[in-house]
């Protein structure tokens, strides 16, 4: 299981002209998963995205995770 993580303000995905998910800031997951994987993979790999502190504070230091922007996930 691999996962390429984008931190945005806003993303959205169109299937023949309709919308059929969107976000906010949040991050964007393109996720890659093998027939090998397993729940438990995914679970380790959601814990590691959640606890990610590459959103900014006020300062423009980049350490903040998550829900401590009220963030949303789009994958």
């Given at each position: 299981m691999r996962a390429v993580v984008q931190r945005v303000l806003n993303a959205g995905v169109t299937v023949d002209g309709e919308?059929?998910?969107k976000i906010g800031r949040g991050?964007?997951?393109?996720?890659?998963?093998?027939h090998g994987d397993t729940r438990a993979e995914a679970d380790k790999l959601?814990?590691?995205?959640?606890?990610?502190?590459?959103?900014?504070?006020?300062?423009?230091?980049?350490?903040?995770?998550l829900a401590d922007v009220d963030g949303e996930v789009l994958v």
């Open positions: 919308c059929v998910g991050y964007l997951v393109l996720l890659g998963v093998g959601w814990g590691k995205l959640r606890g990610l502190r590459i959103n900014e504070d006020k300062n423009g230091k980049t350490n903040l995770a």
